[in-house]
């Protein structure tokens, strides 16, 4: 069983940079994705960026390409999520979440198999 937690949320202004940790208890093994979603208010959660646990490989959502970086510390269990420039539109709950396979679609929420509670971002004008 893994257990994530997130935290490193707040209230910004546009313009600044916030970098998000999310904690993750267990083991984790090397096959794992670790990925990070966002959901704004009446919307669906989508995809961030997600790395591969073992050899580091990163994905990202085109809206966040060149602005937002994941990074992981396998020694502390730690997954990052550094967000530079942020806007008003990325506004939202920003969650970590754990895939144990490593071949499903890292985009795909369904594909995750332990999700984090969920830290709030939000970036006024």
């Known amino acids: 069983q893994v257990q994530l937690v997130e935290s490193g949320g707040g209230l910004v202004q546009a313009g600044v940079s916030l970098t998000l940790s999310c904690a993750a208890s267990?083991?984790?093994?090397?096959?794992?994705?670790m990925g990070w979603f966002r959901q704004a208010p009446g919307k669906e959660r989508e995809f961030v960026t997600a790395?591969?646990?073992?050899?580091?490989?990163?994905y990202y959502a085109d809206f966040v390409k060149g602005r937002f970086t994941t990074s992981r510390d396998t020694a502390k269990n730690l997954v990052y999520l550094l967000m530079n420039s942020l806007k008003p539109e990325d506004t939202a709950v920003y969650y970590c979440?754990?895939?144990?396979?490593?071949?499903?679609?890292?985009?795909?929420?369904?594909?995750?198999?332990?999700w984090g509670q969920g830290t709030q971002v939000t970036v006024s004008s």
């Open positions: 790395i591969r646990w073992g050899r580091g490989n990163t």
């Open positions: 979440a754990a895939e144990e396979d490593g071949s499903r679609r890292v985009s795909a929420p369904s594909a995750y198999d332990y």
């Open positions: 267990g083991r984790i093994f090397s096959s794992y994705t």
